[in-house]
């Protein structure tokens, strides 16, 4: 992944005493495992909770594109509070992770490579933006939903898209469960 930020924001925050680190260190969090979620609609940011050497850093970050394509903005970091602390308790005292190239060269060696795989992790995937093209009748309407509950049309699209694929979800589980009997 790449990462784009700026430098003199970078230079401010590793001066402060309660950061103590610029965007080139915080990079670090991306390649560990760390907790992620989005921390705002508009504009979309997502916050990931990782460690910076020995010290936990909450990053907050927009995904953008260019001509490259996707890449982190950084935006800002601080050390992470004790609230942010409980998604990522423990995770200190396991054993460093095993990058896939690792992986690969150890299998190339025909070593086993089994107890690197605990499924005991979720995978964080990059996120990816969709464009989708709508109807003027169905724009107002989710405008309209967007509007009574106070959030974003971009949470409203989230949030029934979740829903339906739970549905299906749900119906394709009580298919096959009837067909089993």
Do not use: C
Request: hydrophobic letters at 35%; charged letters at 30%.
């Amino acid at each position: 992944m790449r990462f784009h930020f700026d430098e003199m924001k970078s230079g401010r925050l590793r001066a402060n005493p309660k950061r103590g680190v610029g965007f080139e260190e915080a990079q670090e969090v991306f390649s560990h495992p760390y907790y992620l979620d989005q921390r705002s609609d508009l504009p979309e940011q997502y916050r990931a909770i990782g460690w910076v050497g020995e010290q936990l850093y909450t990053i907050i970050f927009e995904v953008r594109q260019d001509e490259e394509g996707d890449y982190y903005h950084l935006v800002t970091l601080w050390k992470a509070t004790k609230q942010e602390h409980y998604p990522m308790k423990n995770t200190r005292n396991r054993r460093k992770p095993v990058s896939a190239d690792a992986i690969g060269r150890l299998a190339d060696e025909g070593r086993d490579v089994s107890r690197l795989f605990t499924n005991n992790r979720r995978m964080t995937g990059p996120i990816q933006r969709v464009n989708v093209d709508l109807a003027s009748g169905m724009l107002e309407e989710l405008d309209r939903s967007a509007k009574e509950l106070n959030i974003s049309r971009q949470a409203v699209i989230k949030t029934l898209i979740r829903q339906a694929l739970d549905q299906q979800y749900l119906a394709r589980g009580s298919r096959t469960s009837a067909k089993r009997r």
